[in-house]
């Protein structure tokens, strides 16, 4: 299908972004990071955790006090392969920034590291921060808790966080194989897209409270606010196609992110106390960094790597279908469509770019006015 909005460039939309982001009180160089961050996932297609949530996930909860704009993290445990941090409610994508640095240098020195973050907020797209690490020839593995959202398999109360499980590993092609996903079968940043974009939810992904399912967008935003109904764990409802399976991995996520980090899990990272009053959320992340060299060598799995991927891409075909892809591959064409023509922003995200830009009485005009 024809692209019908209009386009950003990028270097707009990331001038604008850091300014936005300074002008609520993130240091420029902290602010830079998070628009990257940003941008990454515009870049990968993956318009969930791109643009358009840097008003409503970000700014926003900086407004509410939810999320403080000045990003103080602590080191409160350290080996010569493993850090724990506390991030003390800043911004999750700076705190991410500074453990993945660390990692990688200590993967690089070691051939492992590990870290968790703790009373930490979102961090945006987990690949990301498994990109930093397969960019330097590393394995990179991620996961992050966060607001209740999964239903376990024959429950109906949302109790998990969707939860991603997120690898990067390098190959010797353009891209890495990067399998980043929820353990959920849609995330709320898509619901939030549909909602937007006045698209109904797949049927099957969200069950109520009374175990119907719904598909209206909007409401099933609200409801999963209200606690009125939940998402369903890849694999889906109930046993029949396996949702176990998600439900195993979205709970695996669920205890790395808050045991390793000695931090807060399910119900405590709503972001509302008891009161109804809204609070710090107090996610959770980890991170493991692998270098390939302590092993056979970073060409040798390159190589491997390569031709796993090179052999699932020509296999046989289903009828009907066009050609088979490896994770990372998609998101790889997606940056070759809009490296020379920017964002594609729909009219919510307009809206909140110009919403943004008068408040903070920032100077910029952008051709979809």
Not at 98 to 113: D, V
Not at 150 to 159: K, L
Not at 287 to 304: I, S
């Amino acid at each position: 299908m024809a692209e019908t909005r209009p386009y950003v460039s990028w270097d707009l939309i990331r001038s604008f972004m850091i300014d936005a982001f300074a002008g609520y009180g993130v240091p420029r160089e902290d602010a830079a990071i998070c628009a990257d961050v940003l941008m990454e996932s515009d870049r990968r297609g993956i318009e969930s955790h791109g643009c358009n949530r840097f008003k409503p996930i970000y700014l926003d909860r900086i407004e509410k006090g939810t999320l403080l704009p000045v990003t103080n993290t602590e080191i409160i445990k350290e080996t010569p392969t493993t850090v724990v941090m506390d991030a003390h409610d800043g911004m999750g994508m700076v705190a991410s920034y500074r453990m993945m640095k660390m990692l990688i240098e200590k993967a690089k020195q070691y051939g492992m590291a590990g870290g968790a973050i703790k009373n930490s907020t979102h961090y945006g797209i987990a690949g990301y921060w498994t990109g930093m690490a397969s960019n330097e020839g590393l394995i990179g593995v991620t996961g992050t808790n966060a607001r209740p959202s999964i239903a376990p398999t024959f429950g109906v109360e949302n109790m998990m966080g969707t939860n991603p499980f997120t690898f990067s590993l390098p190959t010797d092609e353009e891209f890495p194989f990067c399998l980043d996903c929820a353990t959920s079968i849609v995330q709320r940043g898509r619901i939030e897209y549909y909602a937007r974009e006045g698209k109904e939810t797949p049927a099957g992904t969200v069950i109520k409270n009374d175990g119907s399912t719904m598909t209206d967008s909007a409401e099933i935003l609200k409801a999963l606010v209200d606690g009125s109904a939940a998402l369903a764990p890849l694999g889906g409802i109930g046993e029949a196609t396996a949702g176990y399976k998600g439900y195993g991995y979205a709970a695996i996520v669920e205890i790395l992110s808050a045991a390793l980090s000695g931090g807060q899990f399910m119900k405590s990272l709503t972001g509302v106390a008891p009161d109804g009053s809204p609070q710090m959320y107090h996610l959770g992340h980890f991170f493991f960094v692998v270098d390939p060299e302590a092993f056979m060598g970073l060409e040798t799995f390159k190589k491997t790597a390569g031709d796993i991927c090179r052999a699932l891409r020509s296999s046989k075909i289903a009828p009907g279908e066009s050609r088979i892809y490896t994770a990372g591959e998609k998101e790889y064409l997606a940056w070759l469509d809009r490296k020379d023509k920017g964002v594609p922003v729909n009219k919510g995200v307009q809206q909140d770019i110009i919403t943004v830009r008068d408040k903070l009485g920032l100077d910029y005009h952008f051709d979809f006015e």
